[in-house]
């Protein structure tokens, strides 16, 4: 059973930078994951922003593309999204997950995703 621990979300004003950090356990060496980060704002559908597969290969979400960076550290077993230039459009809360990776291939659809993190609350002001 994998457990996702996600931190590092509080306020921003635009333009600002915040450095959201997600710790796992309960991996195993004969899986490959991918792991992603999703965003949910009041009234709206939970979103990917963006993934990052075994092999390190990152995808983004146009949306956030140039401004996050997704990154994951496989000694702490520790998954990172790293957000700048933020914007008051990127309020949301922001979740991790886990997916078990066949065949190098790493799902957009929350829906291939088995496991989450509790989220934790971005909020950018103008």
């Known amino acids: 059973q994998v457990q996702l621990v996600d931190s590092g979300g509080g306020s921003a004003q635009a333009g600002g930078s915040l450095r959201l950090s997600c710790a796992a356990s309960?991996?195993?060496?004969?899986?490959?994951?991918?792991m992603g980060w999703f965003r949910q704002a009041p009234g709206k559908e939970r979103e990917e922003v963006a993934n990052i597969r075994s092999d390190g290969s990152p995808r983004y979400a146009d949306s956030v593309q140039g401004r996050f960076t997704v990154s994951q550290d496989n000694a702490k077993n520790a998954l990172y999204l790293q957000m700048d230039n933020l914007k008051p459009e990127d309020t949301a809360m922001y979740y991790c997950?886990?997916?078990?990776?066949?065949?190098?291939?790493?799902?957009?659809?929350?829906?291939?995703?088995?496991?989450w993190g509790q989220g934790t609350q971005v909020t950018v002001s103008s």
């Open positions: 997950a886990v997916q078990v990776e066949y065949g190098g291939n790493c799902y957009k659809s929350r829906h291939a995703y088995s496991y």
């Open positions: 309960g991996k195993t060496n004969e899986q490959k994951y991918c």
